[in-house]
Every structure is written in C-alpha cells, then in structure tokens.
C-alpha cells in the first residue's frame, strides 16, 4: 500500500508511477490529514511511504501521522521522497521511526522534482519543471521495480554535511520557518476557495471572499502554487517567481 503525501503533486506524480509498477493501492494522507480520520491502515504487501523533502526529512507532519497511525499487515515500510535538489541524511530518521513504530525499514529512494518551495528558493517555469520531471521518471520506476520484487532500496549516500542538514539545521528550520503570518492574498483573488479545499491541515478559511491563514500552516506550497489568480504571495520571497503546482503545468500545456 502506498501512503502519499504530497503538498504540489510532485510526490503523487511519484506515487502513481509506482502504484503503476506494483500495482498497490494508493492512499492520499492530504485526505486523511485534512479530514482528521483515524489513520488505520491494513495491508498484506509492504507499506511505501511517498512524501516530499521537508528541510532534508520527511515533513514534520507526516512523521506525526506515521506514529500515531495502526499499520497492520505487513511488517515491510519502504520510503520514496521527491525533493528540489537533495534529501540529505532523511534515511536516518525514517529508519528510526520504522524502529520506533514497528516496521522494518526497506531503504529510502528519491528522486528530483521541481523546487516548489516558492517561500524559500527560486521554483522553475513551466519549461525547466517538464524537463526535470521527464529526467526524474526512469529513476523512480526503477525504484518501483525494486519495490515490486521485494528487494531493499539503497540509501542516498550521506556526508557530515547532509547529517548536520537533516539533524540541527532541520531542527531549526521546523522551529523557526514553518510558519503562515507572511501569507497574502492580493486584490487579484477572486474568491475561489481553491486555496481553502486545497490545504491539508485546514489552515485556510475565506472571510468576505478572501483566504485568512489560521497558524497551523505546514508549508506544503499549495495554496500558493495552485491559485488560478496567481493572487496569493508569501512576504516578498515569492513575488516575481513562477507558481508551481503540477496539475496546473500539465493542463495549462493542453491548451
Ligand atoms: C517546506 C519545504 C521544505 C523543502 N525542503 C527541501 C529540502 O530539504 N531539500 C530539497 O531538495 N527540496 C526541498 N523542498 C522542495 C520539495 O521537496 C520538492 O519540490 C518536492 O518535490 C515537492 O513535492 P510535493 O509536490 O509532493 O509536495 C522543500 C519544499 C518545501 C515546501
Ligand atoms: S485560490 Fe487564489 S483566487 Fe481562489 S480564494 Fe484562494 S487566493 Fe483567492
Ligand atoms: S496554508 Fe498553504 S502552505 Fe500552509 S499547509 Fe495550507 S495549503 Fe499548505
């Protein structure tokens, strides 16, 4: 069974690859955060967890629901993470949380997405993004295939640097970055409620026609990737950049 998470589709775009290989049931934890469902899963083949990079680990917030989650069936939990450039030491911790919950860990693929931390770091244009998505594919079908026989995934290799990244550096990061008070909407927003339908923790409620942020934000980047009216920005870090969400790369190219 894969468990995806994914906060602009780069990680389910992943997931479905691999659903397609080994022919898993694929299961959305966006919907099973946003509903506040009991997280109760069971499966006979092994557990994938698909999730994006988070500060060099798998997001805060799917960490929690993996602790808290009933996981019955099978013992086997493989982890395949979509990131902008690297994944760091994640392995680490995902092996540790497979000792703390029970499962025995079956290694960490990723694979290189399109950078959509718009808040941070400079996200491609719709050219750059196909390009890099096109590269990432023979990866992640081969970590599928790898998947489908059983066999172990190799970690990404992980220096000093990569263990201070995911260890102290992303620490710091939950703790001081993960935060909504500079989210804007702009006059430009039509009042859609995508934003709001969109985010997985509930974060967003319209008020006379406009998003309000709620400070539960996990910076997933989808409301600020996904907005039609390209109405929401984030400070000034995301003015000027291109907005990145994939469902809207893919069907802005068919028109
Ligand atoms: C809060 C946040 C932190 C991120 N941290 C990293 C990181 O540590 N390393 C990296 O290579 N990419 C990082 N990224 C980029 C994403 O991991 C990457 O774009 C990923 O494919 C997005 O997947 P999604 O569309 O499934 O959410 C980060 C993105 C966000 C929003
Ligand atoms: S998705 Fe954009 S246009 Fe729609 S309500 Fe949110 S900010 Fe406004
Ligand atoms: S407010 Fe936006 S960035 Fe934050 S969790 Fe919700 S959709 Fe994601």
Redesign the pocket.
């Known amino acids: 069974m894969i468990l995806c998470f994914s906060?602009t589709g780069n990680s389910l775009y992943a997931a479905r690859l691999i659903a397609g290989e080994t022919g898993d049931e694929l299961v959305s934890l966006n919907e099973i955060m946003k509903s506040g469902a009991p997280a109760v899963f069971d499966s006979e083949r092994p557990y994938v967890i698909a999730a994006p990079t988070h500060g060099w680990r798998l997001p805060a917030?799917v960490e929690q629901l993996l602790r808290r989650a009933k996981l019955s069936g099978s013992d086997e939990m493989y982890f395949f993470m979509t990131c902008g450039s690297e994944a760091g030491n994640a392995a680490k911790y995902c092996r540790a949380l497979c000792e703390d919950i029970g499962k025995q860990y079956m290694g960490l693929g990723y694979a290189v997405m399109p950078e959509n931390y718009l808040?941070m770091f400079p996200t491609p244009g719709p050219d750059e993004a196909e390009r890099i998505i096109e590269r990432a594919e023979p990866g992640i079908l081969a970590a599928a295939r790898e998947i489908a026989a059983g066999r172990p995934l190799q970690d990404p290799k992980a220096g000093a640097l990569d263990r201070f990244k995911s260890g102290p550096v992303n620490a710091a990061f939950r703790a001081l970055f993960i935060k909504?008070g500079k989210?804007r909407a702009l006059d430009s927003c039509i009042g859609c409620g995508k934003?709001?339908r969109?985010?997985?923790?509930?974060?967003?409620v319209l008020k006379d026609g406009r998003?309000r942020?709620?400070g539960?934000?996990?910076?997933?980047?989808?409301?600020?990737?996904?907005c039609p009216a390209q109405a929401?920005e984030y400070g000034k870090a995301s003015v000027g950049r291109p907005r990145y969400y994939i469902d809207r790369l893919y069907s802005e190219r068919k028109h």
């Not at 539960?216 to 996904?226: L, S, V, Y």
């Open positions: 906060g917030a808040a909504d989210f934003c709001a969109l985010c997985p923790v509930n974060d967003i998003p942020w709620l539960q934000c996990i910076h997933c980047m989808a409301c600020i990737g996904a929401i």
